[in-house]
T-cell receptor
Framework: GQSLEQPSEVTAVEGAIVQINCTYQ??????LSWYQQHDGGAPTFLSY????GLEETGRFSSFLSRSDSYGYLLLQELQMKDSASYFC?????????FGKGTMLLVSP | KAGVTQTPRYLIKTRGQQVTLSCSPI?????VSWYQQTPGQGLQFLFE???????NKGNFPGRFSGRQFSNSRSEMNVSTLELGDSALYLC??????????????FGQGTRLTVV
């Protein structure tokens, strides 16, 4: 089976940097993904790491270390609109298995 | 390019009834997955279809079923509804057959309330 652990809530202020960690236990996977979901909305894709290392997309970066069974999402220059839930997920052959999500609260 | 469309957006049903939800994936995508999202359990995988075949199934009772049509549109059905089935049901489509997916595209979901 597969399980992913991430903090339930993180708070930060506008302009700050925040890191959301994800540790996982899985027998094997193709890659680690991150999704953002605003309240009541559809999850939207943020990033994908197939290999170890850092992937950068604008203000967002994601990191994967397979040897440590660990990944993180880094959000820089936080904006109020970044307040949302963030999910890490691993790709099996044809499915995504999600963590339970981290609610990010950005305050002025 | 149109996104993933789920209908209906909202649904209220009574215990014991059955319900059918619909999902139209992005044009050209052949893989459709269904997820149940609840506050306590997060996003839980229900099943995945590719070219009309169910390839993977999550740990849900047999009351939950689905199918996919030749145009890749998918439906899921829940029979004998229980209060605990109240949830947001999300559909996701992806292009690859397996092992090559990097991104899944989600619909807005169907909010099912069982009373």
């Amino acid at each position: 089976g597969q399980s992913l652990e991430q903090p339930s809530e993180v708070t930060a202020v506008e302009g700050a940097i925040v890191q959301i960690n994800c540790t996982y236990q899985t027998s094997g996977f193709y890659g680690l993904s991150w999704y953002q979901q605003h309240d009541g909305g559809a999850p939207t894709f943020l990033s994908y790491n197939a290999l170890d290392g850092l992937e950068e997309t604008g203000r967002f970066s994601s990191f994967l270390s397979r040897s440590d069974s660990y990944g993180y999402l880094l959000l820089q220059e936080l904006q109020m609109k970044d307040s949302a839930s963030y999910f890490c997920a691993v790709w099996g052959y044809s499915t995504l298995t999600f963590g339970k999500g981290t609610m990010l609260l950005v305050s002025p | 390019k149109a996104g993933v469309t789920q209908t209906p957006r909202y649904l209220i049903k009574t215990r014991g009834q059955q319900v059918t939800l619909s999902c139209s994936p992005i044009s050209g995508h052949r893989s459709v997955s269904w997820y149940q999202q609840t506050p306590g359990q997060g996003l839980q995988f229900l099943f995945e279809y590719f070219s009309e075949t169910q390839r993977n199934k999550g740990n849900f009772p047999g009351r939950f079923s689905g199918r996919q049509f030749s145009n890749s549109r998918s439906e899921m059905n829940v029979s004998t509804l229980e209060l605990g089935d109240s949830a947001l049901y999300l559909c996701a489509s992806s292009s690859q057959g397996g092992g090559g997916n990097t991104e899944a595209f989600f619909g807005q979901g169907t909010r099912l309330t069982v009373v």
